[in-house]
């Protein structure tokens, strides 16, 4: 299975966040072919035995891509799950894209252990397209290690990638990725489509496209709904029962333990990213920013206090080991039904409303995020991953197009339905009342994502976020204070912008190219 590890360190053998389902149409079929431009007359010749791009597009559909028992489940209609009108796959021009590239190759890189499934995922594409995928297979415990090695060589064995997007400004930066804005309008990808923030995090790097959005995650809290209503006297309301981090910290000490085994709330506290990413969560709401706008850290201010200090209350009433916990413990415990609240991802909502993965099917309600007292509503874009092509591509354009067809609208909401944790982006997607049906936390995260909070996409950012967490963790088991930690995690950080060029002339981003995508939120109304 194709695994989109959010947070899989090239350095770390992290367990996978979540699989691709084989149903999910995600990525690649092999090909012996070699990877060559072809001519206009190859092209055609190709083009020619090519089956009609209507029927081939008929197949994409829910009743062939989403799972027989979801369907099932859900009452699912043949009805898209989409706007037709806004997925891509729909509105290009197929035989345009015969006419010029059928026949070529696209090399596209893989984690190992993905290749077989993967071999399935792009069959339509090469229908549409008539141009083959030859899968590049990387081991997954070093995919960043080997990437780089190739890209620093100068004769990548791929024209394409898809990888954690904290690491875009590492293979941006150096000029290893190829711009792809004239690609996106040749070929008229819905840019307009995506959300602000995973568009600008994900796609640009010092406003230049470098990627199309892929797995377009957001962190969320979510709680049980049985507790929470004998705890209440009612029904939870997703904007008001909980409204505040003071509020959370109540309710998860007062449903600590009501229940044995039940933790009051689930935390990701593990040594590196994992206790960052809970950290950014809280303390951006309370007006965190990482940077100023000289690129000096600045997070050991009283905002970042802020949110280890509430990080350091909730944890009195955290799940067992939460210490060491990073996804895969927090999804086992929330799914098992041994958590009251958790702080995670949105696809602990999708994932817990099936019951093949949960045992807390219909007993959950995913809430938008509290806020922090002087702070502002900011929920927190974190991880995720981006589709890109490579600056020695032999054949960039037929990578586009087929980064653009795994990435298009249908093909993401239909991963959605699947629950396999491969998350849409689109805002005709997240809007879309059929994908509500199937998704519960789709209304809230799609009404949250025009407030995100987002981390800057820079060159040894991922190292960055491991060292504060480090650090997080050492004052979250008692060694150190929570002033400590964050004072800590400014050198560390400072010296890493250091070495990677950012006080000495030109830095490698500019903080103007960043600086819209860090917040989307300002001055809008919230949206409840």
Not at 252 to 277: D, I, K
Not at 430 to 444: D, E, F, I, M
Request: aromatic letters at 10%; glycine letters at 8%.
């Amino acid at each position: 299975m194709f695994r989109n590890n959010k947070g899989k360190s090239a350095r770390l053998s992290d367990v996978s966040r979540r699989s691709f389902l084989k149903s999910s149409a995600a990525v690649g079929v092999t090909s012996a072919v070699a990877s060559t431009m072809g001519s206009p007359f190859i092209a055609k010749a190709f083009a020619q035995d090519l089956r009609d791009p209507a029927s081939i597009l008929a197949d994409i559909s829910v009743r062939k891509y989403v799972r027989e028992d979801y369907q099932k489940l859900y009452d699912m209609s043949a009805d898209p799950l989409w706007d037709p009108g806004k997925d891509w796959i729909r509105t290009v021009d197929w035989e345009k894209v015969r006419s010029e590239l059928a026949g070529t190759t696209v090399r596209f890189a893989i984690g190992a252990a993905d290749q077989e499934s993967a071999a399935e995922g792009l069959v339509p594409f090469e229908e549409l397209s008539g141009i083959k995928v030859e899968l590049v297979p990387i081991p997954d415990d070093s995919f960043y290690d080997k990437a780089l090695a190739e890209f620093i060589s100068g004769n990548a064995s791929f024209d394409a990638l898809q990888f954690f997007s904290p690491w875009l400004g590492d293979f941006a930066a150096p000029g290893f990725l190829a711009p792809l804005d004239d690609y996106a309008k040749k070929w008229g990808l819905p840019l307009d489509d995506f959300y602000d923030t995973y568009r600008l995090n994900y796609g640009f790097f010092n406003g230049v496209m470098y990627g199309i959005p892929f797995d377009c995650d957001i962190q969320m809290v979510h709680v049980r709904k049985t507790a929470m209503e004998e705890l209440l006297g009612g029904e939870v309301d997703k904007s008001k029962s909980i409204p505040t981090y003071d509020e959370l910290i109540r309710v998860s000490s007062e449903l600590n333990n009501v229940q044995p085994g039940v933790a009051g709330v689930g935390l990701m506290a593990a040594r590196g990213f994992w206790s960052t990413y809970t950290w950014e969560h809280i303390a951006a709401q309370a007006g965190m920013m990482l940077f100023d706008e000289n690129w000096e850290p600045i997070f050991n201010n009283d905002a970042g206090m802020k949110g280890l200090e509430i990080i350091l209350e909730l944890s009195k009433n955290a799940n067992e080991g939460f210490a060491g916990a990073g996804w895969p413990e927090n999804r086992a415990a929330w799914l098992g039904g041994q958590l009251a609240t958790n702080i995670s991802w949105q696809d602990s909502g999708t994932q817990a409303m099936r019951p093949d993965q949960s045992q807390i099917v219909g007993d959950f309600v995913t809430i938008y995020e509290p806020r922090i007292e002087g702070g502002r509503f900011a929920p927190p874009n974190i991880a995720g991953s981006t589709s890109c092509v490579s600056a020695a591509a032999q054949n960039p354009e037929g990578a586009f197009l087929m980064l653009a067809f795994l990435t298009t609208a249908s093909i993401m909401a239909m991963n959605e339905a699947n629950a396999n944790g491969v998350a849409p982006g689109y805002r005709s997607v997240l809007n879309n009342p059929r994908l509500q049906a199937v998704s519960q936390p789709a209304k809230v995260w799609g009404d949250s994502l025009d407030h995100a909070w987002c981390a800057p996409r820079l060159p040894g950012m991922f190292n960055m976020e491991q060292a504060i967490g480090n650090e997080i963790n050492r004052a979250v088991v008692g060694q150190i204070t929570a002033k400590e930690a964050l004072d800590n995690g400014v050198a560390a950080v400072r010296k890493i912008m250091d070495d990677n060029g950012f006080y000495s002339g030109k830095p490698p981003v500019e903080y103007a190219a960043a600086a819209p995508g860090l917040y989307v939120g300002e001055g809008k109304p919230l949206p409840f």
